[in-house]
């Protein structure tokens, strides 16, 4: 059973270019979650999907914006991009409205985007 | 202030000995899950035990315990019988308000590493 998968693993870009994110969520899964992690720092919340509308937001700016399709898989995209928007990107999945329990995260590897 | 705290930037533990590391939460909601996420250097955030503020006993999984003292705020992580896989950074977070599509703050994180 596949778990979270991302893509790309690594990637370059220079200041003021835009980039796409990809990820597919757990087999059963239906909301995603989207997190950076800047090097030496915890995860923080940017945003969360499901149904196919943000659900949840962060303190991010509009230059953060995503999307999830019918199939559950997501795209964050980033616009003009600054050096300080050098982080690994957490994708996490899970199975929304359970009304107790952990309800617990599953997390992908990251995309690990770099800004020159 | 901070929602998560992890005091403990880095630890050293002998293989075989058990191991404790610190967090503490500041929530004024009644309702709360506070978890921990193991992360190696692949990226990938691995879970490894959840409390919540209304369990009685303090969750155990396998090697992990979780020391959940909740009028000091504090979800400490237990490691018994440390193995040099336990090697990675460790991450407290939490999840306020009741199970359902939330998002989690994470702490800064302690960086565990298990000499032989």
């Known amino acids: 059973d596949a778990g979270v998968t991302q893509s790309p693993t690594h990637l370059i870009k220079t200041r003021g270019q835009q980039v796409t994110l990809r990820c597919s969520p757990k087999?059963?899964?239906?909301?995603v979650s989207w997190y950076q992690q800047a090097l030496g720092q915890g995860p923080q919340f940017i945003f969360q999907?499901?149904?196919?509308?943000?659900?949840q937001r962060g303190n991010f700016p509009d230059r953060f914006s995503g999307h999830q399709f019918p199939n559950y898989s997501s795209e964050l995209n980033v616009n003009a991009l600054l050096l300080g928007d050098s982080a690994l990107y957490l994708c996490?999945?899970?199975?929304?409205?359970?009304?107790?329990?952990?309800?617990?995260?599953?997390f992908g590897a990251g995309s690990r985007l770099t800004v020159l | 202030a901070q929602k998560i705290t992890q005091t403990q930037p880095g630890m050293f533990v002998q293989e075989k000995e058990a191991v404790t590391l610190d967090c503490t939460y500041d929530?004024?909601?009644?309702?709360?899950?506070l978890f921990w996420y193991k992360q190696p250097s692949s990226g990938e955030m691995i879970f490894l035990i959840y409390?919540?503020?209304?369990?009685?006993q303090n969750a155990t999984e396998g090697r992990y315990s979780l020391n959940f003292q909740k009028a000091r705020k504090s979800a400490n992580l237990v490691i018994s019988a440390s193995q040099l896989g336990d090697s990675a950074m460790y991450f407290c977070a939490m999840r306020e308000g009741r199970p359902g599509r939330r998002a989690l703050t994470f702490g800064s994180g302690t960086r565990l590493q298990v000499q032989p």
């Open positions: 409390q919540g503020s209304y369990d009685q």
């Open positions: 996490a999945s899970s199975l929304g409205g359970l009304s107790s329990g952990a309800n617990v995260l599953t």
């Open positions: 087999s059963g899964h239906d909301t």
């Open positions: 929530t004024s909601d009644p309702s709360y899950g």
């Open positions: 999907y499901y149904e196919e509308e943000e659900r």
